[in-house]
């Protein structure tokens, strides 16, 4: 089989997958139970309980992706060997564009984090459990912003 036809329909299967496969995956750490992110700005939610990451990056994710693909797709057409130089532009482009918006996900997803175990806290304090100290609960909230998640997290252990 030649080389452009591989390519071309990989370009095709690509383009396809951009519409129907999950880009990005939320864990429980945000407090999702089966969430997917799909591009551009649609989030599937499989529970109904989970609050959507915001990933404001996902329509340039998608605008940067459709360009690789499709250069990708236009290389197959080049006459000659000069395919071989589209076709490593567009890989270079997909490869980039794919960690760029993986970084900025886990960036959002750590923002998610943060603000779960922030709302988690809130909600402790207001309406403690028996094995809770709302005290040291509320000793942690006051410093929430200065220190890591999992300093945070070591804290809110010492108040239950």
Known sequence: MSDRLVVAALAVLAALALVVAPWGA??????????????????VDFTGRTQPVQFPEGSTVLVI??????????GSAAPGKGRHAVWLASAIVLIGVTGWGLARFGEATDAARVTAVRSELEAAIADPSPRQDPDVLRVALGSFEERTLDENLAALREGG
């Not at 939320?26 to 989030?43: C, I, K, M």
């Open 65 to 74: 992706t459709i360009l690789g693909i499709v250069l990708a797709g236009a």
């Open 26 to 43: 939320v864990n429980r750490e945000t407090g999702a139970r089966s969430a997917l992110t799909l591009l551009p700005d649609r989030y």
